[in-house]
């Protein structure tokens, strides 16, 4: 369990990253990091993508039905303008955010804020996503956390997408992706594969 670190007289902020498969329990980490930061009376504020309206507008929830209100934004500099008397800034679905993120969130840091981070790190083809290596790359804390793989119960550490669609983002549940280990990602890969090539859809 991650425990917040505490350095006393500390002038400049950091950033926490929590990257994992969906269904991983990202978000759940992400709210949990924020309620303790209020707990502690901090200032604490969270956004979300725009995009992102699964569960609802304004909420960030999680797969367990947790819920922390939140800000949809456009874009990730929008937070150098909301975030004036913040001490926690929380960023949920990182990967669908804009390139410009990472240099946001050292941006923030720097003005002494504790930035906390939640995203996929891999698409459903197993890439890197979006901002997510390069904010990896310049955080000081990283939470990798898995899914239990529904093929096999092993570690789950990929997104795999139950249908054919093609596009990088396609917003969905339990109807549209599972939790997969990697050798039960890429069986099912292979699988797929085999199914276009002999004309199923």
């Known amino acids: 369990m991650f425990l917040e670190p505490h350095f006393k007289g500390q002038r400049s902020g950091w950033i926490e990253v929590i990257c994992g498969s969906m269904f991983s329990g990202k978000t759940e980490e992400l709210i949990r990091r924020?309620?303790?930061?209020k707990i502690a009376n901090q200032k604490v504020e969270i956004f979300k993508p725009r995009v992102d309206t699964r569960y609802d507008d304004r909420k960030v929830v999680s797969h367990d039905e947790n819920s922390i209100l939140a800000?949809?934004?456009e874009s990730s500099k929008k937070l150098l303008e909301l975030v004036e008397g913040v001490?926690?800034?929380?960023v949920d679905e990182a990967q669908f955010f804009d390139m410009d993120?990472?240099?946001v969130a050292q941006m923030l840091a720097l003005r002494g804020k504790r930035v906390i981070a939640a995203g996929l790190d891999m698409d459903y083809k197993g890439r890197p996503f979006?901002?997510?290596?390069n904010l990896l790359s310049v955080a000081e804390y990283i939470t990798k956390v898995h899914a239990i793989c529904q093929h096999c119960g092993n570690?789950?550490?990929h997104?795999?997408?139950l249908t054919m669609e093609g596009d990088t983002v396609v917003l969905g549940e339990k109807d549209l992706y599972e939790p997969r280990c990697r050798t039960c990602y890429h069986m099912g890969n292979i699988l797929n594969l085999q199914a276009k090539e002999n004309g199923v859809k």
């Open 34 to 37: 924020l309620k303790r930061a």
């Open 159 to 161: 997104s795999y997408r």
């Open 130 to 133: 979006g901002p997510m290596p």
């Open 87 to 90: 001490s926690v800034v929380g």
């Open 101 to 103: 993120l990472p240099e």
């Open 71 to 73: 800000t949809p934004i």
């Open 155 to 157: 570690l789950a550490t």
